[in-house]
Nanobody
Framework: QVQLVESGGGLVEAGDSLRLSCALS????????MGWFRRAPGKEREIVSAITWGGDTTYYTDSVKGRFTISRDNTARTVYLQMNSLKPEDTATYYC???????????????WGQGTQVTVSS
């Protein structure tokens, strides 16, 4: 069974940092592109960032460019999202996902975690 398990969410103040982690349960997923998505209350799920399996290509949505950094450790089968200078509008449930290629919309992504809550107070 494929499992993606997110961790690292929490309640922080504006300007603080958090690092999200996503652990993959299957070694074969280490060759997959990985992505971070979020869903804020009343909004649709949106992509935040994604990275190819080799780490050579990354994608960031405009609102997080310069503040968030995605990385992965294929040996540890873990992908990270370093979030700096957090803003109240970053408040959402954050999900990691895996897919055979990097897609910039949620639809194609195959495997999903259960999500971790990030709340940023002003």
């Amino acid at each position: 069974q494929v499992q993606l398990v997110e961790s690292g969410g929490g309640l922080v103040e504006a300007g603080d940092s958090l690092r999200l982690s996503c652990a993959l349960s299957r070694r074969s997923l280490s060759t997959y592109a990985m992505g971070w998505f979020r869903r804020a209350p009343g909004k649709e799920r949106e992509i935040v960032s994604a990275i190819t399996w080799g780490g050579d290509t990354t994608y960031y949505t405009d609102s997080v460019k310069g503040r968030f950094t995605i990385s992965r450790d294929n040996t540890a089968r873990t992908v990270y999202l370093q979030m700096n200078s957090l803003k109240p509008e970053d408040t959402a449930t954050y999900y990691c996902a895996a897919h055979s290629y990097l897609a910039t919309t949620p639809g194609p992504w195959t495997y999903w975690g259960q999500g971790t809550q990030v709340t940023v107070s002003s």
